[in-house]
């Protein structure tokens, strides 16, 4: 059931991939000389995210990523977004992830609130050593591979638009993010983690 449901958030991340690439072709034939990474970040509808990710200050975590409008009308924008990022919890993990997620964001003025929901693979790494039984009986030390996690993620951010009122390619925001991470002691656990960090287009 576990590989079930990793390959199918893989098929859903390289979907996404894909549909970017496909949209930004369809979009800008006329810059077919320059790079895929060049044409990517260049699309109006994309942009650059970086987060602080964490559980408060006791889990510090990054993420960076990438934002891709989908849909944007004067009282909401519908944004696609694909992170990449990990946390590290201190005698306990160190976890990395690939997430993504469907956002609807509705405009206050400059303002905005940003509701978000999606999925994604966390793979955690034990701290300290791990030992396992062995053949003879005996115990030794083992390889520590990780753990596999689906981690369903849900989450809030208020933010400031630049681009509404200054004409800035950026926007600010600070929020809270839900999720679970399953496989622990077979049932899922609960976390929610601080995120703080903007997103910035390359192309107006």
């Known amino acids: 059931?576990?590989?079930?449901?990793?390959?199918?958030?893989?098929?859903?991340?390289?979907?996404?991939?894909?549909?970017?690439?496909?949209?930004?072709?369809?979009?800008?034939?006329?810059?077919d000389r320059e790079g895929l990474f060049s044409r990517l970040i260049h699309n109006e509808r994309v942009?650059?995210?970086?987060?602080?990710?964490?559980?408060?200050?006791?889990?510090?975590g990054l993420s960076l990523g990438i934002e891709y409008t989908l849909s944007s009308k004067k009282w909401v924008t519908v944004h696609w977004d694909t992170d990449l990022g990990g946390y590290w919890h201190r005698w306990n993990n160190t976890a990395l992830f690939a997430k993504t997620s469907i956002?609807?964001?509705f405009p206050i003025s400059s303002m905005f609130v940003d509701l978000n929901l999606g999925a994604g693979y966390m793979h955690s790494f034990p701290a300290g050593k791990i030992y396992h039984r062995s053949a003879d009986g005996s115990v030794e030390k083992a390889p520590n591979w990780g753990n596999?996690?689906?981690?369903?993620t849900s989450s809030v951010l208020l933010g400031w638009d630049g681009s509404r009122k200054a004409n800035l390619p950026l926007s600010i925001h600070i929020g809270a993010e839900a999720y679970l991470q399953s496989g622990v002691n077979h049932t899922f656990i609960p976390h929610v983690a601080a995120k703080m960090g903007f997103t910035y287009k390359f192309k107006k």
């Open 103 to 105: 956002g609807t964001r």
């Open 47 to 60: 942009a650059v995210k970086f987060d602080y990710f964490g559980e408060l200050v006791l889990h510090p």
């Open 1 to 31: 059931m576990m590989k079930m449901i990793f390959v199918a958030f893989f098929v859903i991340v390289l979907g996404q991939c894909h549909g970017q690439v496909m949209a930004q072709q369809s979009m800008d034939k006329n810059t």
């Open 148 to 152: 596999p996690h689906f981690m369903p």
